[in-house]
């Protein structure tokens, strides 16, 4: 059974200027933990896109609210949740309207969606609960030990 082996959790105001604060946050447990440049990339945009979707849409201008990140650090992935207090949206409302991006003007993707659609496309698992605010779990896997096919190896052909 594989458990949590630490686990942290911030709070900040649900303002634009505090996204990059989480986004460097993100990206130093990401590096320590050892994944690679590119999906410590695909970890912060997600994250930043959930945290951009509370700024906009969670809290109406007169509430001052907050937005709480959760990192759940295993042996094999991280589990990172962005959470907010604000109105519940209607996930399946939102994403019916998705459908694939292909052919499609990014003007006519409907706002919300394609932060949806980037974090499920970025991440290798996502969860989203509406019941009191929203709820948002992005789970992304660790493939230390992996090699990538045909890393550094010149193929048969080229080598002649």
């Known amino acids: 059974m ?5 686990y942290l959790e911030m709070t900040v105001p ?4 505090f996204v990059g604060v989480v986004r460097l946050t993100i990206s130093g447990i990401a590096n ?3 994944f690679a440049f590119d999906e410590i990339e695909d970890i912060k945009i997600a994250v930043s896109e959930a945290c ?5 849409h969670a809290y109406s201008d007169a509430e001052l609210g907050q937005i709480r990140i959760g990192c759940n650090l295993h042996d094999d992935r991280l589990e990172v949740t962005v959470v907010d207090q604000g109105k519940s949206f209607d996930y ?4 019916e309207n998705l459908g694939p991006v292909d052919g499609k003007p990014v003007e006519q993707l409907t706002e919300g969606g394609l932060g949806l659609f980037l974090i499920e496309t970025l991440m290798d ?12 779990m992005m789970t992304k896997y660790l493939h230390r030990d992996e090699v990538e ?3 550094d190896r010149t193929s048969p052909a080229s080598s002649q």
């Open 125 to 136: 698992k996502v969860e989203i609960s509406g019941e009191a605010g929203v709820m948002v």
């Open 2 to 6: 594989n458990t949590a082996s630490d």
């Open 32 to 34: 320590r933990m050892g």
């Open 14 to 17: 649900a303002k634009p200027d």
């Open 52 to 56: 951009t979707n509370v700024v906009n």
């Open 149 to 151: 096919e045909n890393v």
């Open 92 to 95: 399946n409302k939102v994403t």
